[in-house]
């Protein structure tokens, strides 16, 4: 759910980057962030403790204009992917207001990734959101390595309502801007609505 | 009928009559299970006409798909080259028919309802009795020139081939892959590869699939068949559990020591090399454990550790990649 910053005039929306542990869910915010206008950007801040990570940081993209005089500023999250830190995906989901799902597109990591789809649909429930409603865009990831799953494939497993999708090289920042573009406009799309 | 809770070994008395077709659910008045309780299975058949554990019957094909038009196709075009096919909508069914009916080859789409079709794959391919059944994945791939797949992205199928070449490619490719096999093929297409005008779907044959229930089905292992088929006689009761619920345990369970592994790699190595995972990995192998009793049910945890089973699975194959074998 969005919030609202009378004093900046600014609407914030939260946008959660979801996936498999090692999936390229931290590289996609770390590639944003390089890119990004460093007079519009806050700081990137990094929760991690032994084991588990998230990568923080919000910014105001110009481009998009505003909201009835208010701008959109845009904070990106990350969640451990591992499947041990389910209580840490559920608190960055509080209050979210758009997803994108990294899958990574190795064989050896589908279950994996169907697994996470799976516990995104429960966690967002949990908190009262419905998977099929919320602004959600899929990339799938890591398609320069040679064991990949075909994309007819892992798209008829992982997203069977076939959401907006792009493939991905998150390090070289292939598909990276076009899966945020993509759920930053679903999520304007929601906030016009309501305001 | 009298049944034994699986659980806590409690006598049900069920009356027969009010046992479906489809089973009948009750609930064992002692631990609370919820059992599904089926009629004993018809008299075996003469056994001439049953195939023994990894005996094949080298005319049957199955073919599992969770559309009925494509399903339909592919059972026109073998149907007419001489093979008997076993149709299958799910991933359940498949798993079942391909141990019941023994089919030297099956013909399956990756995202199959239920448990997916690169799930069953791997199932088919682990165990000993099924491990012979040939298969090949149903894809539907245009761009070759971009995702050529490779053997070693099949999930351990044999084949696959794409969906725009059934028509035309599909006798041939099996010809080919029973070649490779060593295995005499007895389809007519072995004689000859029979070249088919593409065939244009017909539209009465469009029937959107059902979504049925999860069925309750007993997994019914090696041991077991081999017990049925030397004493005939019927089984006394069918207590089933659904088997979707435990290929996805046996999935969480795969997850659990793949993110063990992705996250522990140089200590994954250094357990395998020096035979000491279990030690080396323990408090991460004891917080998976404790992960995977919280999501599965006490009713899978009785039927068999697949936990435990992921974890020497996983260490086999790693095993063979750094070359421990």
Known sequence: MSFINYSSREINCKIVYYGPGLGGKTTNLQYIYKKTNPEHKGKLISLATETERTLFFDFLPLALGDIRGFKVRFHLYTVPGQVFYDASRKLILKGVDGIVFVADSQIERMEANIESVENLRVNLQEQGYDLDKIPYSMQYNKRDLPNIAPLDEINKVLNPRNVTWFEAVAPEGTGVFDTLKSVAKQALFELKKKY | ?325
Do not use: W
């Open chain 2, 1 to 325: 009928m009298i049944v034994n809770c699986p659980k806590c070994k409690a006598k049900l008395k069920v009356d027969d009559e009010k046992i479906k077709p489809d089973g009948l659910k009750v609930r064992c008045p002692k631990c609370q299970v919820v059992l599904l309780v089926r009629m004993p299975p018809q008299p075996a058949p003469p056994r001439e006409e049953r195939y023994a554990p990894g005996e094949f019957n080298r005319k049957k094909i199955l073919i599992a798909h969770d559309g009925e038009v494509i399903r339909t196709a592919i059972e026109d075009i073998l149907k007419e080259a001489g093979y008997e096919v076993i149709p299958a909508s799910d991933g359940v069914e498949a798993i079942l028919k391909i141990e019941r009916e023994q089919p030297f080859l099956a013909l399956l789409d990756v995202a199959l309802p239920k448990i997916y079709g690169f799930e069953v794959c791997k199932q088919v391919k682990s165990r000993p009795e099924t491990k012979g059944t040939l298969i090949m994945l149903l894809a539907s791939i245009y761009d070759a020139t971009r995702y050529k797949r490779e053997p070693e992205s099949l999930y351990g199928a044999d084949d696959y081939i794409e969906k725009h070449h059934i028509e035309d490619s599909l006798l041939l490719k099996i010809r080919q892959l029973i070649e490779r096999s060593g295995e005499k093929p007895e389809g007519r297409s072995a004689e000859k590869t029979v070249e088919r005008p593409v065939a244009t779907p017909v539209l009465s044959q469009i029937m959107k699939t059902e979504e049925k229930p999860v069925s309750f089905e007993k997994v019914v292992t090696r041991g077991e068949l081999k017990e049925e088929e030397l004493s005939r006689e019927p089984v006394p009761s069918h207590i089933c559990i659904d088997a979707a619920a435990i290929e996805k345990a046996r999935r969480f369970a795969r997850i659990i020591i793949s993110d063990i592994a992705l996250y522990n790699q140089r200590l994954v190595e250094e357990g395998i090399r020096n035979d000491n995972f279990y030690s080396l990995l323990g408090s991460e192998i004891h917080e998976g454990r404790k992960l995977y009793n919280s999501r599965v049910t006490d009713e899978i945890i009785t039927h068999g550790d697949y936990y435990k089973q992921a974890i020497d699975e996983f260490i086999e194959k790693k095993r063979k990649t750094i070359g421990h074998a």
